[in-house]
């Protein structure tokens, strides 16, 4: 195959698997935004031990019909992992309960610049400076979009900080992990959804409990209650590993830049479907400003070496990569061309 057509192909496949990443996380935000608000399943760490849960049992499903191989994870970077997701998780949901929204959304935005000083420090990465600028732009048409009302107490900046720094550590070991041990997305998922579904659903119950003084085991459970419950862990499924896949063929400052295209249709799905009370001005501006910074990032990333920056190759055994049957032919696109 020639070079053109590679990289033909290598495009192709990378906007599939940003296309698969914003339609299921867009759907899965608006199927649990109806199932909390019009349902009143407010038991967030739950659903998200149910949403592991599900993903754990079609990767068992698809290694005993022989289309995920094994594979080695050890179990000192599993636990790593899986305390990374988890605090990620719970950090989050007690943040968005303990700060106002504009403070949650500026926690949010300042993912990127960890995930930034983490390259920088893990993977000696060199930023370009259009790379550096573009970004900046895009939080700040984020921030015009979203940041409202802004007040910080100390046990909600806490909670933002771990929330920050885990989600930030976590999106980094998808693709650390994947490169390290030649793991594709549903390789790494077989070994992390069970840990994260088991502990999960232990904790989640508690925690909810503590969050909203509501026990999941009373809660009035209906037919349609019960179907979206079923459909957003259906689509978590697509979620969590569009996720890796994403980050695998990427990196977490390309996702979370990249990522912030969700919040926009959010915005926009919002306006369309719950009433247009909140479009005004100042979201109007802020989008544009945010999906032009999103065009210069994809830009000078196309422009420099790979994600927008220099890197240093890792010396790792991942380099010695094994060619897996099954999905793991098709789950080529987690592998960086």
Same mark, same amino acid.
């Given at each position: 195959?020639?070079?053109?057509?590679?990289?033909?192909?290598? &495009? @192709?496949?990378? &906007?599939?698997? %940003?296309?698969?990443?914003?339609?299921?996380?867009?759907?899965?935000?608006?199927?649990?935004?109806?199932?909390?608000?019009?349902?009143?399943?407010?038991? @967030?760490?739950?659903?998200?031990?149910?949403?592991?849960?599900?993903?754990? !049992? !079609?990767?068992?499903?698809?290694?005993? !019909?022989?289309?995920?191989? @094994?594979?080695?994870? +050890?179990?000192?970077?599993?636990?790593?992992?899986? =305390?990374?997701?988890?605090? *990620?998780?719970?950090?989050?949901?007690?943040?968005?309960?303990?700060?106002?929204?504009?403070?949650?959304?500026? @926690?949010?935005?300042?993912?990127?610049?960890?995930?930034?000083?983490?390259?920088?420090?893990?993977?000696?990465?060199?930023?370009?400076?259009?790379?550096?600028?573009?970004? &900046?732009?895009?939080? /700040?048409?984020?921030?015009?979009?979203?940041?409202?009302?802004?007040?910080?107490?100390?046990?909600?900046?806490?909670?933002?900080?771990?929330?920050?720094?885990?989600?930030?550590? #976590? #999106?980094?070991?998808?693709?650390?992990?994947?490169?390290?041990?030649?793991?594709? *997305?549903?390789? =790494? =998922?077989?070994?992390?959804?069970?840990?994260?579904?088991?502990?999960?659903?232990?904790?989640?119950?508690? !925690?909810?409990? %503590?969050?909203?003084?509501?026990?999941?085991?009373?809660?009035?459970? *209906?037919?349609?209650?019960?179907?979206?419950?079923?459909?957003?862990?259906?689509?978590?499924?697509?979620?969590?590993?569009? #996720?890796?896949?994403?980050?695998?063929?990427?990196?977490?400052? *390309?996702?979370?830049? =990249?990522?912030?295209?969700?919040?926009? /249709?959010?915005?926009?799905?919002?306006?369309?479907?719950?009433?247009?009370?909140?479009?005004?001005?100042?979201?109007?501006?802020?989008?544009?400003?945010?999906?032009?910074?999103?065009? %210069?990032? $994809?830009?000078?990333?196309?422009?420099?070496? +790979?994600? $927008?920056?220099?890197?240093?190759?890792?010396?790792?055994?991942?380099?010695?990569?094994?060619?897996?049957? $099954?999905?793991?032919?098709?789950?080529?696109?987690?592998?960086?061309?």
């Amino acid at each position: 195959m020639s070079s053109t057509n590679k990289a033909d192909t290598k &495009a @192709a496949i990378d &906007a599939a698997s %940003w296309m698969f990443n914003i339609v299921t996380s867009v759907g899965i935000i608006l199927v649990n935004k109806a199932l909390m608000a019009t349902y009143g399943f407010s038991f @967030a760490t739950t659903l998200t031990g149910l949403h592991f849960a599900t993903t754990t !049992l !079609l990767t068992i499903i698809l290694r005993w !019909l022989g289309y995920i191989q @094994a594979s080695q994870l +050890p179990l000192s970077e599993l636990l790593k992992f899986v =305390l990374f997701a988890n605090f *990620s998780i719970v950090g989050m949901n007690v943040s968005l309960m303990w700060n106002s929204v504009g403070f949650y959304q500026i @926690a949010k935005l300042s993912m990127i610049p960890v995930s930034c000083f983490l390259e920088v420090v893990l993977d000696k990465v060199r930023y370009s400076r259009d790379t550096k600028l573009s970004i &900046a732009v895009v939080l /700040l048409g984020v921030a015009v979009c979203t940041v409202t009302d802004v007040s910080v107490n100390a046990k909600g900046f806490i909670a933002a900080v771990v929330a920050v720094w885990s989600t930030s550590l #976590q #999106q980094y070991y998808v693709h650390f992990l994947q490169q390290r041990y030649s793991l594709g *997305s549903f390789n =790494l =998922l077989g070994h992390t959804a069970p840990a994260q579904a088991v502990s999960l659903l232990l904790v989640g119950p508690f !925690l909810d409990y %503590w969050l909203t003084e509501k026990r999941v085991d009373t809660y009035a459970y *209906s037919f349609t209650s019960v179907l979206f419950i079923i459909l957003s862990c259906s689509i978590a499924v697509g979620t969590n590993l569009s #996720q890796f896949i994403c980050i695998g063929r990427f990196t977490a400052v *390309s996702f979370q830049v =990249l990522g912030h295209m969700k919040t926009i /249709l959010v915005l926009t799905l919002g306006f369309i479907f719950f009433g247009k009370e909140g479009l005004n001005l100042q979201v109007i501006v802020g989008m544009i400003i945010a999906v032009a910074g999103m065009i %210069w990032y $994809g830009n000078a990333k196309a422009s420099s070496k +790979p994600g $927008g920056k220099e890197r240093r190759s890792l010396s790792m055994n991942g380099n010695k990569a094994q060619k897996h049957d $099954g999905l793991s032919k098709s789950t080529e696109v987690d592998d960086k061309v």
